[in-house]
């Protein structure tokens, strides 16, 4: 995957987490038309960027953790 696509698909997940938009992982998955393991490990290079990913299973989706600093 070249560096723009990269940029895509980061910008796109990470409109989707601050919209709160993403639904459950496997909807997610179905969404970006991945397996459920790569949007794992999309998450989890998120989280490693330092961005303050979490589920919260209430709202079933992804945001981001506020007042959470950076590790």
Wanted: charged fraction near 35%; hydrophobic fraction near 30%; proline fraction near 6%.
């Amino acid at each position: 995957m070249g560096l723009f696509q990269r940029f895509e698909r980061t910008k796109r997940l990470d409109a989707l987490i601050r919209t709160r938009a993403t639904g459950s992982p496997e909807a997610l998955a179905r969404r970006l038309g991945v397996s459920q393991a790569t949007v794992y490990r999309w998450l989890q290079e998120l989280k490693e960027f330092g961005l303050p990913v979490k589920y919260c299973r209430r709202r079933k989706t992804y945001l981001y953790e506020k007042n959470k600093p950076p590790e």
